[in-house]
């Protein structure tokens, strides 16, 4: 029988090693870089909003590279119970997407993914579902500190780029609801966006902006989005 080298199995252990490292790092990268993001536009005057609030928890729970956000929408104030973190800045947004999306106008709840297809979002699985019919961010390589977000050189947009800074709270928040639509009822809240600021715009070339610190908890997200609404890559810390 022919003996085999003594050095083949350091060679062996060397590769596996050099595979091992060579995965670390993307790993690594993709743990920050999510593969879709999920906004969720809703308000505590809605009726029709607790089930899509519910899934958003729900996603969060079981879909570790999705960045879910839930923002407060301001016209159903007037049905007698104000949103405790709705803002105009969160409906502004949303009605960029109606006009992006080509709606005639909002409404609530409204899930959007990607920035690039919405629907609903009450029904069981349907978020889920919404999320494998779109396609995954593939943008520039966004990487976010403490003090500052880069951004790697890429193909130029074919639209004006902007990048966005999102502070939101990184749990659940549960809200006791005394007047309006859904009184009595107390709503659970995930990933409740508390700050939205447009930071600067994305050209193609690599891209370096300092961030303010965050208050309190609040955790970060950055996204880099064309004019035309799509999501192209985004971040968290």
């Known amino acids: ?3 085999r080298p003594r050095s083949r199995p350091l060679t062996i252990a060397r590769g596996a090693l050099a595979l091992a490292l060579s995965l670390v790092g993307p790993l690594a990268a993709s743990a920050a870089q999510p593969t879709a993001v999920v906004e969720l536009f809703t308000s505590q005057g809605c009726s029709s909003c607790p089930p899509a609030n519910d899934n958003l928890t729900r996603l969060i729970a079981s879909r570790h590279d999705v960045l879910a956000l839930s923002f407060g929408v301001t016209y159903w104030d007037q049905l ?16 960029r997407y109606a006009r992006t999306l080509g709606h005639s106008n909002v409404f ?33 390589e966004v990487r976010v500190s403490s003090d500052a977000v880069s951004i ?13 800074l999102v502070r939101y709270e990184p749990g659940v928040i549960q809200v006791p609801v005394k007047r ?18 447009r930071l600067g715009s994305w050209d193609g070339k690599a891209l370096r902006l300092l961030l303010p610190p965050a208050q309190g908890s609040l955790a970060t997200a950055v996204l880099v989005q064309s004019a035309k609404g799509q999501i192209l890559s985004a971040a968290t810390l």
Not at 80 to 95: C, E, H, I, L, N
Not at 119 to 137: F, K, M, S
């Open 80 to 95: 007698g119970w104000k949103d405790t973190f709705a803002s105009p800045v969160y409906t502004d947004r949303q009605w």
């Open 108 to 140: 609530t709840p409204q899930v959007v993914v990607n920035g690039r297809a919405d629907g609903v979002g009450a029904g069981t699985g349907e978020i889920e579902a919404l999320v494998g019919r779109t396609a995954r961010l593939a943008g520039p």
């Open 152 to 164: 790697s050189a890429a193909a130029k947009p074919d639209a004006p780029t902007d990048v966005w």
């Open 180 to 197: 309006g639509e859904n009184t009595g009822r107390t709503l659970p809240h995930a990933h409740v966006v508390r700050s939205l600021v």
């Open 1 to 3: 029988m022919t003996s």
